[in-house]
Structure formats: C-alpha cells, structure tokens
C-alpha cells in the first residue's frame, strides 16, 4: 500500500514550457486535491475533486488545469509556466465519508527559470 | 472566509522542556480541526482529528486539544525526533467537499 505517490519529484522548467504533474493514490479514496506551498504562505488549494471525472477550482486556480479521468489518479497541468509558479507541489485524497483527514504524497519541487 | 493562525511562527526548546503550539480558527461551522507534522522535504502526516470543544487526543508525546476558537498542541519532554513544522487546518461544515484551510505553521526545533 503505496499511499499517494506523485511524479516527477522535481523538474526545471523555462518560463513558457508545459507540464503535467502526476498524482496517485492506492486507497479508493473519491476526493483529491492539489496544493502548492510557499514560504512563508502556508499550503493553498489549487484545484480539487470529489470523485472521477470531476474537478473544482481552488484558491489559486490561475495558470493551472487539472483532470481526473479515473479515481486513482488526478493529473496537474501547466500549460505556459511562470516564474510564479516556482512552488512545491502537494497532492492529497481523502475518502467520501468518516473522519475527512486528507493524506498527502511527498511533494513535486518545482523551478521555472 | 474561513481562517487560522498559528503561533508562535517558530519556537526553539531544550529537550524535556514542555510547551504547546497555537491554532486560532474563524470557521463557518466547525466540521473538523486537523494537525498535522511536516518534515523538511517531505509532505504533511496527518496526526489528529478534533471534532468539538473539549475534545481532547493524545499521540506519544503529544496531545491536541480544543475550544470553540482555537486548539493546542501541547508536547510533554520533547525529544530532538519531535523537530518539524505541525500545521493546523479547518474544515467548514457548510459545503460537501471536505476542503481544508491552513495555517502558516509552527517550526518546533527541539536541541538534545
């Protein structure tokens, strides 16, 4: 029972370039959420989703899209990377009912030079 | 807007010495309060779940409690393995998405 896991755990990117980040999860959990995290900021929520083919915007949705097509995985796209998206990247899931605490994966270091 | 305050922002202990932590919390209806411990470069670990004023849990060293405004995380003889960041957050009990809001975080730095 690998948890949550994410892919890559770090990348440099050129401002402009795209990418997509990985996120999966191994407990059938029906939501998963994106966060990022920045000194000094605390973690924000990006985007998220309460189930398969579903998504919602976060806090700060901006220069990001997101996609769920299967329960396991929820995938975090860049598509014109800023030098303001330089962050650590979070993944997390958490199941539909009981006691709501989300669990995170190891996190996506993430620079746009 | 749902909101959380943690203080102190960092706080630096002599192993054994006891303390606690501070999470304030504005909420629209307080579904749950979390803690949560981070580890430089890795992601957080979930600790705790408090669900009403009163309530009260313990892990180890550790134990979080709660008010209607804010919890504790009081930590009893600290050993240097209890250095890391915890996090509080909130969830509101309007809305069905189970979102959470963060605090800042306390870095706890304990010296042997």
């Known amino acids: 029972n690998a948890g949550v896991t994410q892919t890559p755990k770090f990348r440099v990117l050129k401002t402009g370039q795209s990418m997509t980040l990985l996120c999966a999860q191994d407990m059938n959990h029906e939501y998963m959420y994106w966060y990022r995290q920045d000194p000094g900021m605390g973690l924000r929520l990006i985007h998220y989703s309460v189930g398969e083919g579903t998504t919602a915007k976060g806090e700060v949705p901006d220069g990001y899209n997101v996609s769920r097509l299967k329960k396991q995985n929820f995938l975090l796209g860049l598509e014109s990377a800023a030098p303001s998206q330089t962050s650590v990247y979070f993944c997390?899931?958490?199941?539909?009912?009981?006691?709501?605490?989300?669990?995170f994966g190891p996190g996506t270091r993430l620079t746009v030079t | 807007e749902d909101q959380v305050t943690q203080s102190p922002e960092a706080l630096r202990l002599q192993e054994g010495e006891s303390s606690s932590l501070n999470c304030s919390y504005t909420?629209?209806?307080?579904?749950?309060l979390f803690w949560y411990r981070q580890d430089p470069g890795k992601g957080p670990e979930f600790l705790f779940t408090l669900y009403s004023a009163g309530e009260e849990k313990e892990k180890e060293r550790l134990k979080a409690t709660l008010t209607k405004k804010e919890s504790f995380l009081h930590i009893t003889a600290p050993k240097p393995e209890d250095s890391a960041t915890y996090l509080c957050?909130?969830?509101?009990?309007?809305?069905?998405?189970?979102?959470?809001?963060f605090g800042k975080g306390i870095t706890l730095s304990v010296r042997p």
């Open positions: 909420v629209s209806g307080l579904r749950g």
């Open positions: 957050a909130v969830q509101a009990s309007t809305g069905a998405n189970s979102k959470l809001t």
């Open positions: 997390a899931s958490s199941a539909l009912r009981g006691s709501y605490e989300q669990y």
